[in-house]
């Protein structure tokens, strides 16, 4: 059948969108290049060396950041004050200062114009600074790591006037789209910087579960607003995100079907993989030097601590996270009941079929140490 233009339009934007939505599905998922290199310590010239080849190796630095105003989403889960065995943050389920001051320096090196730094800190209403100070970093050298370094708290309004929304491409799975911080609209690349752990409800988290962190505690949290956000949130997301049981401030986006599944492992991998759609990633980094397994953080019960000795760079949130999932052991195309996805559905495949990169490690291509050489068995440390 033979349709004119003008006919096309005459049946109205749905159909325009219905065909748009195909074309996309059609697409083969992206497969990018991702960096590996063995890192066997945190000093600062070993991680600055290697993060620097790794970025080479990506294509380049300047090419990501020169004259741009980048936004850092750290990984900081739960209080300052729950450390595992008295240990250092940093090398246990923080992603490290060190790694964090390296970046900045390499990002002010390659000309960008403005690097902000953010987090939702746990029950942070707040300026992050202050939890970073909790957490034991200095902030003052974190600043004059590199020209124009900021701080952004993105659990709430933080810095900006009014949230941004960010829809979800095509279908979602649980939400349309989603109310965030300003931080992560008013920036030129948006880079996520994780650690290579386990996770008790998503199997791990990389560098898409990080991403979670975006939502505001104000509108997702468990003291949000009825109607609107509760600018001084004081707990986490659990009863809204994690299980469903109450609703986000109504001045945002509703679930699609509130009948949907309340189970944890069902919401959260589909949470995370329609968020990493709704505000994809530029640049992903996970710091793997030393991290934990068996969990997220100390409230899990049997963590234990790790040294992997590796730190992961890509291009693409899915394409990285399937490389660092390899790199633990795992197959990162396995389904729901086998490792790491025992009791969760594998947010990989979820946000590879929303058309957000390649869980297919034969499609990408490996810089650096080879997968082989940069393995270190999760489910046997």
């Given at each position: ?15 325009v ?57 750290l ?10 065995q ?58 004059n ?57 998503c ?52 679930e ?49 601590s ?36 025992q ?35 999760y489910?046997?440390?």
């Amino acid at each position: 059948m033979n349709v004119t233009r003008r006919e096309l339009l005459a049946l109205g934007g749905g159909a325009v969108l219905a065909s748009s939505r195909l074309a996309k599905a059609a697409t083969t998922p992206v497969a990018r290049t991702v960096s590996i290199a063995k890192c066997a310590t945190y000093s600062d010239g070993q991680v600055y060396s290697n993060l620097k080849t790794m970025f080479d190796q990506l294509g380049g630095l300047p090419k990501i950041v020169r004259g741009k105003t980048v936004t850092v989403k750290l990984n900081l889960t739960g209080s300052p004050g729950l450390r595992f065995q008295g240990k250092p943050l940093g090398v246990t389920h923080y992603t490290h200062p060190k790694v964090v001051a390296a970046t900045a320096h390499l990002m002010g090196e390659a000309g960008a114009k403005r690097i902000r730094f953010v987090e939702s800190g746990w029950a942070l209403s707040g300026p992050l600074e202050d939890y970073l100070l909790d957490s034991g970093w200095n902030v003052r050298q974190l600043s004059n790591a590199a020209p124009n370094v900021e701080f952004e708290n993105t659990n709430n309004l933080g810095k900006g006037s009014k949230y941004v929304r960010f829809n979800v491409p095509g279908q979602g799975y649980i939400f349309p789209a989603y109310d965030l911080n300003h931080a992560y609209h008013d920036c030129d690349a948006f880079v996520s910087m994780a650690k290579l752990k386990n996770h008790a409800t998503c199997g791990v988290t990389l560098s898409m579960k990080n991403c979670f962190g975006m939502t505001p505690a104000s509108i997702y949290g468990d003291d949000a607003g009825v109607d609107e956000p509760n600018e001084k949130p004081t707990s986490g997301r659990v009863t809204a995100m994690h299980e469903g049981k109450r609703a986000p401030s109504k001045s945002a986006p509703q679930e699609l079907d509130p009948s949907s599944s309340r189970y944890p492992g069902y919401r959260m991998p589909h949470i995370v993989a329609e968020l990493n759609a709704a505000r994809p990633m530029d640049l992903a980094i996970i710091d793997g030097v030393e991290s934990m397994a068996g969990g997220e953080g100390p409230w899990i019960r049997g963590v234990r601590s790790v040294q992997p000795g590796v730190l992961i760079a890509g291009l693409n949130a899915v394409n990285t996270d399937a490389v660092a999932t390899a790199v633990m052991g795992y197959d990162p195309r396995a389904p729901k009941g086998t490792a790491p996805f025992q009791t969760c559905d594998n947010t990989l495949l979820l946000a590879e079929k929303l058309g957000v990169g390649s869980a297919d490690i034969n499609r990408i291509e490996v810089a650096g140490v080879p997968i082989a050489k940069a393995l270190y068995r999760y489910d046997k440390a």
